[in-house]
């Protein structure tokens, strides 16, 4: 049997943006964070993040910088909920093929590994990429509106199957609208 997932960009999603983030001790979560990733992993999903880290290839952070907030989010967290973070550092308009999102390729990736049923499985984001990479990938897409970007939210909106203020209101429809293992 295949499992189910729940994809998550990071910024603006699980951690409150601060752009191009690259000092640890900037990262605050974003409210019911770690009880929104428990809840889902109680009921059975597997849990990834897959985000674009454009920093890097812009030239402003490094990898080691991403690596370093991603483990103080974790630590923050309390624990690591996720089975596998997945970064795609280039920047836009590169012609590296990395899975800068809207590419699908690394929840695809993930799919293959962990043999994730995308059909049953879930992306969360702020973006327009989210909700274009949950759709490029099977996946149903979830829109956060706790970002800033406001010239994308009509287009995000009529691409996403369900629309929260919260990250703790997209996890509740996740698990009241699940697919059952």
């Known amino acids: 049997m295949k499992n189910r997932a729940v994809f998550f960009d990071r910024d603006d999603t699980l951690i409150k943006n601060v752009p191009y983030l690259g000092d640890p001790s900037l990262v605050s ?18 849990l990834f993040i897959v985000s674009n880290q454009s920093g890097v290839g812009r030239g402003y952070i490094t990898q080691e910088q991403v690596h370093a907030v991603n483990k103080e989010m974790l630590k923050q967290l309390g624990a690591n909920f996720f089975t596998e973070i997945y970064s795609a550092f280039s920047a836009p308009g590169s012609l590296l093929d ?57 287009a995000a909106s009529d691409l996403a199957q369900f629309i929260a203020h919260s990250l703790e209101e997209a996890t509740q429809w996740i698990v009241t609208h699940a697919a059952p293992l």
């Open 29 to 46: 979560l974003m409210p019911f964070a770690q009880e929104s990733l428990e809840r889902l992993q109680k009921n059975g999903f597997k």
């Open 98 to 154: 990395d899975g800068r999102k809207p590419n699908p390729k690394l929840v695809l990736e993930a799919a293959n590994r962990y043999e994730i049923d995308l059909k049953k499985s879930y992306f969360i984001g702020d973006r327009l990429s989210d909700i274009q990479c949950a759709h490029n990938a099977g996946c149903h897409a979830v829109l956060l509106l706790t970002g800033d970007y406001h010239e994308e939210k009509a």
